[in-house]
């Protein structure tokens, strides 16, 4: 049974947290918090919406500390019970004879052994050093190392091993292609001379001209030697190794498309790719720098942008951007708040470097062209075969095309 003061440590802390609760609530304006109320203000005794924030800070930590001697407290009720339960244990029993005994023989601990003992009463009277001699029958421990070793079966649980997930490719469409390069026609020049003229008057002209770009596909490739007795004894070895070798492929390819430098056997990314807009932040805060990109991709671009790239760090900065009373812009911590800005949502990845960040139309200007998808296949290589080893390969091909760069702008300095 719990004790009166624990009750009471409880029913103090569900009142504080039931009363912060309320200002909460009386404050929440949509996604954001209104901390000048008029109500908000009265009930927690504040002038402003400063002195809001701050005394609901100090409640915030009232709390935090009475929830800290509620566990001590707690802990401590835990370790009461614990003791009852070990000295109740403890305690020797009384058992009885023997059904094979020829008389009825008490069960004594050794303790009443010596207690009982002539010797002990001998010692009692003169209080003398002298020796006891105790009947107890002394056997060899029963344990696990000279005893009977446990079972132990391991678990169908499989632990994965920290890898970079793929991060960007579901935001690229992905088309086939049947040759060894990605051949297209660009339109270069496109000047509109539409004009009004008087009657008789030569008529306007305009410029179209197109030039064939090319894009060669390169091949991304792995591969893992695996014993045949791995692979018999194990069956579900196989499918893992499958598995992984797929994963390995498309988390390179995310990483190409994202960055890849353009020397072969590289894919060119789209932070290389010529013609691509910048936008430096400079003194502009962050959200401002990612809207000015927006911008550019509309108007130089022509295109809508639908998605935004950045760096997890980068996100967390803009995630814990306060304003200057304390309060979150991208929502209260106690929300999970929206991976979006300005209605696009933000993708995060890791391929590249933090402070970098791109605003870009990637479903209409951008594709990932598949000249073959991931092959996986099984055989001997070199000395394999005498070695009992089979060598399982991975590969894919593939071409990272951008249509029109400017549909890209690379937001820097964040």
């Not at 009386?26 to 009265?42: C, H, I």
């Not at 001697?69 to 339960?85: F, H, N, P, T, Y």
């Not at 789209?270 to 430096?280: K, R, Y």
């Amino acid at each position: 049974m719990e004790s009166n003061a624990l009750v009471e440590k409880r029913q103090q802390f569900a009142a504080k947290q039931k009363e912060l609760g309320e200002v909460m609530s009386m404050a929440k304006d949509g996604s954001t918090y209104d901390m000048s109320r008029k109500n908000v203000l009265e009930k927690l005794g504040a002038s402003d919406s400063a002195d809001a924030v701050a005394k609901i800070k100090e409640r915030n930590r009232e709390l935090d500390a009475l929830s800290a001697d509620l566990q001590v407290a707690e802990l401590k009720e835990v370790e009461s019970a614990i003791g009852e339960r070990n000295s109740a244990r403890n305690t020797p029993a009384r058992a009885t004879s023997h059904p094979a005994s020829s008389k009825d023989v008490e069960s004594k601990s050794f303790g009443e052994l010596v207690v009982n003992s002539k010797a002990f009463e001998a010692y009692k009277q003169t209080r003398q050093p002298t020796s006891l001699d105790v009947d107890i029958d002394m056997k060899t421990l029963f344990q696990t190392s000279a005893g009977y070793a446990p079972q132990s079966v391991r678990s169908g649980l499989l632990v994965e091993g920290v890898a970079r997930p793929v991060q960007i490719l579901d935001l690229i469409p992905t088309r086939p292609i049947n040759q060894a390069v990605d051949k297209y026609m660009a339109e270069t020049t496109r000047t509109h001379s539409s004009a009004e003229k008087a009657e008789a008057a030569q008529y306007a002209e305009s410029t179209f001209v197109w030039a064939e770009q090319t894009n060669t596909v390169q091949k991304i490739t792995d591969s893992i030697p695996v014993t045949d007795e791995q692979l018999e004894d194990a069956p579900e070895v196989a499918g893992l190794l499958d598995q992984r070798l797929r994963f390995g492929l498309r988390q390179r390819l995310d990483q190409q498309v994202f960055n890849g430098d353009g020397n072969s056997p590289n894919l060119k990314g789209m932070l290389t790719v010529s013609g691509i807009q910048t936008q430096a932040k400079s003194t502009d805060p962050v959200f401002d720098a990612i809207f000015k990109a927006m911008i550019k991709v509309r108007i130089t671009g022509r295109a809508f942008p639908n998605a935004i790239i950045m760096h997890p760090t980068d996100w967390q900065n803009v995630r814990l951007t306060r304003t200057a009373d304390g309060l979150y812009i991208m929502g209260n911590p106690s929300e999970v708040g929206p991976q979006s800005l300005f209605g696009l949502p933000v993708a995060l990845c890791d391929a590249g470097s933090a402070g970098t960040a791109v605003v870009a139309d990637l479903a209409n200007f951008t594709y990932v062209g598949e000249r073959r998808g991931i092959n996986v296949e099984i055989g001997y290589v070199n000395d394999n075969f005498i070695k009992g080893q089979k060598t399982i390969r991975a590969d894919l091909r593939a071409v990272f095309t951008v249509t029109r760069a400017a549909a890209i702008c690379s937001v820097t300095g964040l």
